[in-house]
């Protein structure tokens, strides 16, 4: 028996019996099941492979978030040291040194 027709004899026995609190709750399980099953077949993820996708997207996102941060990481580490550049340049300006070399 499929989840679509032990859905539809639950609401017609609910419908025919009354809806007691477990025929409801099973009403809304199955409910929940199919809408759930629906959604994966619509994102393409109802195969037997989508675990592996999944995870196989996981880790690519893990790099990609690696990458960035290193990426940051190493332009920051740049623009301090141009700046300590810059500086070392300017006190070497200001002591005179350009004279010294000549």
Known sequence: MTRE????RLIAQANTQGGDLVTLRAI???ASEIGAGRV?????LAD????????????LLGAW????????KAAIEW????VLAG?????????GV????K
């Open 79 to 82: 623009i301090v040291r141009g």
């Open 48 to 59: 037997e492979g989508a675990q592996d996708d999944i995870d196989e997207l996981r880790e």
């Open 28 to 30: 809304i399980e199955e």
């Open 87 to 95: 500086l070392l340049v300017a006190i070497a300006m200001r002591l």
């Open 5 to 8: 027709e032990m859905l539809a």
């Open 98 to 101: 350009a004279d010294l070399l």
């Open 40 to 44: 994966l077949d619509r994102l393409g």
């Open 65 to 72: 978030r690696d990458a960035k941060a290193s990426a940051w």
